[in-house]
């Protein structure tokens, strides 16, 4: 079975605070982070939107990415959002299952 893992970016509010992580459980991760589960970054900012997410073949890769664009300019991680989602619109839906 392939292993799927995900780098991605939940902002508070569009142009606002943004968080950039790496889980290989998307759907269960951003549930947990729009409903305040962990302690941390999202819950003190409030980064409940799923704005921008790339998938990868496995963790390793993922994460590597992650780290990559953890040292891009904030403009550069704009950038990279609005390349796929324009609008800023909250893709949760998109991924989470019925």
Known sequence: MDEQAYVYIMP???NGTIYLGSTDALARRV?????D??????????CHLLVW???FGDLALARQREFQMKSWKRAWKI???EGLNPDWEDL????AQP
């Open 92 to 95: 949760y839906d998109r991924i």
């Open 31 to 35: 549930w947990e982070h729009r409903n």
């Open 37 to 46: 589960v962990l302690e941390g970054f999202i819950k003190k900012y409030g």
């Open 12 to 14: 508070s509010r569009r």
């Open 79 to 81: 950038r990279e959002i």
């Open 53 to 55: 997410y790339e998938a």
